[in-house]
T-cell receptor
Framework: KNEVEQSPQNLTAQEGEFITINCSYS?????LHWLQQHPGGGIVSLFM???GKKKHGRLIATINIQEKHSSLHITASHPRDSAVYIC???????????FGKGTKLSVKP | EAGVTQSPTHLIKTRGQQATLRCSPI?????VYWYQQALGLGLQFLLW???????NRGNFPPRFSGRQFPNYSSELNVNALELEDSALYLC???????????FGPGTRLTVL
């Protein structure tokens, strides 16, 4: 079983829809990251969370430490949101990130 | 402020050759992380360098190696290339003890 699990694997939405991507993890973490990867390959960090909720524009990320679960929400989705969204966790002294397999989001106009 | 840079953008090699990939971290960052993203697979951790030392290593064979220079830039070397080494290699930089990592644009390695 992977240490970081994401769902769904693929998601197709119509423009304007509310989108939720889920992430569960099974290890102790120091932080959880939501990353965005566009087809060119570059990765952008959207959020880093250790508790609670963060909001940036139309994006909202939440984390429940007790349940080891995080969600990424996109409100009023737009075709430019089409990308792969990756959940990753930091484990403190280990340094490296551990990644989920990603959610491929396609938003249709 | 300049971001993480990687070179080359693309690299084509044949099986058995050696590949060298380079990464320059954000100014002030002392840690460099290397990750592999093979086609259809998720990101996998390769190596972590901090202050010139290898701090952690992922589950990859010894032919994957690297080093970090005094200016904190880093090289990833892949010896005896195999077809399955074809992947996007991403470098990230950060500061030891802090969780945030900033990614470079990647080097796409193709092994023929």
């Amino acid at each position: 079983k992977n240490e970081v699990e994401q769902s769904p694997q693929n998601l197709t939405a119509q423009e304007g829809e509310f989108i939720t991507i889920n992430c569960s993890y099974s290890v102790g973490i120091s932080a959880l990251h939501w990353l965005q990867q566009h087809p060119g390959g570059g990765i952008v960090s959207l959020f880093m969370l250790s508790s609670g909720k963060k909001k940036h524009g139309r994006l909202i990320a939440t984390i429940n430490i007790q349940e080891k679960h995080s969600s990424l929400h996109i409100t009023a989705s737009h075709p430019r949101d089409s990308a792969v969204y990756i959940c990753a966790v930091s484990r403190g002294s280990q340094g490296n990130l551990i990644f989920g397999k990603g959610t491929k989001l396609s938003v249709k106009p | 402020e300049a971001g993480v840079t990687q070179s080359p953008t693309h690299l084509i090699k044949t099986r058995g050759q050696q590949a060298t990939l380079r990464c320059s971290p954000i100014s002030g960052h002392t840690s460099v992380y290397w990750y592999q993203q093979a086609l259809g697979l998720g990101l996998q951790f390769l190596l972590w360098y901090d202050e010139g030392e290898e701090r952690n290593r992922g589950n990859f064979p010894p032919r994957f190696s690297g080093r970090q220079f005094p200016n904190y830039s880093s090289e990833l070397n892949v010896n005896a290339l195999e077809l399955e080494d074809s992947a996007l290699y991403l470098c990230a930089s950060g500061t030891s003890g802090r969780n945030e990592q900033f990614f470079g644009p990647g080097t796409r390695l193709t092994v023929l």
